[in-house]
């Protein structure tokens, strides 16, 4: 590839709220252990948005976006792997140490070190990425679309929280709190794991696209709306008193935080997805020690479930179409951001 030949990317320029615009840019040279990839399709996702406004670590300029699918178009010669051709989506844990006790325990995504596609180095928001570990790379089944894959990412993060890590198990009444992709991600992920019910949780913000998703989605049994109708009290009544076995926390609030320690029942769980993007909030601590109950932070993903995310979505299980309502080029960024941000959309994603 010409080493003149320039590309459209959307930077965020500095530190800063804002700060973001659509640049011409140098295609990516690759070194000898790295690979090129032309992006075909590229999820917009929480991260990216608190980016935009300062609450998330990021080493500008920087090329956003790091939920991607795309072709291998250019392989270092060193790279073994590989070819020229392949479709892949890959795990955003670049530049890790590969040294600390985390990476040598297999905890690579949450290295200090790390510096993923997005935010630490370019990412997925251009027409081609330089990806610098091989390794992390998957490759997709013919039968996955492009637009699809570009969701592997955002499932691999909920099946790594709610089976790996949240410990989700058959016949469970799964509560899942806030209806945005992740929420409603994790619902469907959560029936696809073996759930007996599961509810989705939202507001009346939620009412005028989330909530009425969610009720066509299959896999959601009950859908509540916070402003209407107790939650407390529903989930009481379906589970003879005891409260839900899971509760995945997917909408980052004060308050949404606090009501999943009122639904989980005693001795059950809570995995948490959703950033606050807040340095403290109120916690209701005591209620979860009266419980007995285990509360798990996560962050990122894990190896082992980038492959059953494909095949959930492959199997149609996940049903990536009906979260995406955002679709088109990066000159419609301002747009998407704000829709997004707003929740007048649940999905972005980009053709770069």
């Given at each position: ?118 935010w630490g180095i370019d990412g997925c928001f251009a027409k081609y990425m330089r990806y610098p570990e ?72 939620d009412e005028e696209l989330r909530l009425p998703t969610a009720r066509k989605i299959k896999s959601i ?132």
């Open positions: 590839m010409s080493k003149m030949e320039t590309m459209k990317a959307l930077v965020k320029t500095a530190k800063g709220k804002g700060l973001i615009e659509v640049r011409e840019v140098p295609v990516p040279e690759i070194g000898d252990n790295e690979v090129l990839i032309e992006v075909k399709a590229a999820g917009i996702c929480g991260t990216d948005l608190h980016i935009y406004n300062d609450n998330f670590p990021y080493w500008p300029p920087v090329i956003l976006g790091h939920e991607f699918s795309g072709i291998i178009t250019e392989i270092g010669k060193n790279v073994k792997d590989w070819k020229t051709g392949d479709r892949v989506v890959g795990e955003p844990h670049t530049l890790a140490c590969g040294k600390c006790w985390l990476c040598r325990t297999g905890n690579r995504q949450i290295c200090p070190e790390k510096r993923s596609p997005g091989p390794e992390l790379l998957h490759k997709m089944p013919d039968t996955l679309s492009f637009e699809e894959a570009a969701l592997v990412e955002p499932t691999a993060n909920v099946v790594s929280d709610i089976f790996e890590r949240g410990a989700l198990k058959p016949a469970d009444f799964v509560v899942i709190i806030g209806p945005g992709p992740i929420g409603l991600l994790a619902a469907m992920a959560s029936k696809a794991g073996g759930a007996a019910k599961v509810a989705v949780v939202g507001t009346d913000l049994d009950y859908v509540i709306n916070v402003n209407k109708e107790d939650p407390s009290t529903i989930v009481m009544d379906l589970t003879e008193g005891r409260g839900a076995d899971l509760v995945v926390e997917a909408s980052g609030s004060a308050p949404g935080i606090a009501s999943a320690f009122q639904l989980v029942r005693k001795l059950g769980r809570i995995t948490a997805i959703g950033l606050t993007g807040k340095e403290k909030i109120e916690f209701p601590y005591d209620t979860g020690m009266f419980k007995a109950v285990e509360f798990t932070f996560n962050l990122s993903t894990l190896y082992s479930s980038w492959d059953k995310s494909i095949h959930l979505l492959d199997s149609g299980k996940i049903d990536a179409n009906i979260l995406t309502t955002h679709k088109g080029g990066l000159e419609k960024w301002k747009e998407f951001f704000s829709d997004l941000e707003n929740k007048k959309g649940i999905k972005g994603v980009f053709f770069p």
